[in-house]
């Protein structure tokens, strides 16, 4: 079966810009968190989604969004871009709320100039 | 609160030699621990969960709850097990806590 998909691979945006991100999640799952991954901050939470509605949110500011479909796709949108947003951005997907781990995508790889 | 602590950014161990990668956490509660890693240019995948108490690719994790670790051990480390090594605490509120991650470099 499909694992979790991610689009775009790469982005290039400058600062001030806007983007959004997309997630589709293994075939059955309903449950999709959003990380940032960066070199010095390792992995961070940013959100997640469980059937269409936000369960928790990580420590980032309110330019940092999400949604989630009814058929459990999942965006992120990021408005007024930093320089400082340029990171790896991951989605997993749990079929169990992650008792029994995370399948991660790809990852979109942001980059603000 | 809730941490994970990975005190090591980079180990390097020679090929064939004994691998420990350490993780040590702060958790209220009984917690089932994850290793994630990521192999260069791929994705980051669940390695193994403690709860299972299996081995994966010769790994293997126990949990120490007395010292509060789940180090991961490999008796004889192999050029491909080179790669980024994350412990993770299980979801609480929904959300994983990551440690750090350790890179292991495995030279020949």
């Known amino acids: 079966k499909a694992g979790v998909t991610q689009t775009p691979r790469y982005l290039i945006k400058t600062r001030g810009q806007q983007v959004t991100l997309s997630c589709s999640p293994i075939?059955?799952?309903?449950?999709v968190s959003w990380y940032q991954q960066t070199p010095g901050q390792g992995l961070q939470f940013l959100f997640e989604y469980f059937s269409e509605t936000q369960r928790n949110k990580g420590n980032f500011p309110g330019r940092f969004s999400g949604r989630q479909f009814s058929n459990s796709r999942s965006e992120m949108n990021v408005s007024t871009l930093e320089l400082g947003d340029s990171a790896l951005y991951l989605c997993a997907s749990s079929l169990d709320e992650g008792a029994r781990g995370y399948t991660f995508g790809s990852g979109t790889r942001l980059t603000v100039v | 609160a809730q941490r994970v602590t990975q005190p090591e950014k980079l180990l390097s161990v020679f090929k064939g030699a004994p691998v420990e990668l350490k993780c040590n956490y702060s958790?209220?509660?009984?917690?089932?621990l994850f290793w994630y890693v990521q192999y260069s240019r791929q994705r980051l995948q669940l390695l193994l969960r403690h709860i299972s108490r299996e081995s994966i690719k010769g790994f293997t994790a126990d949990l120490n709850k007395g010292e509060t670790s789940f180090h991961l051990k490999k008796p004889f480390a192999q050029e491909e097990d080179s790669a980024m090594y994350y412990c993770a605490l299980p979801p609480r509120d929904d959300k994983i806590i990551f440690g750090k991650g350790t890179r292991l470099h495995i030279l020949p």
């Open positions: 958790y209220s509660g009984s917690p089932e």
């Open positions: 075939s059955g799952h309903r449950s």
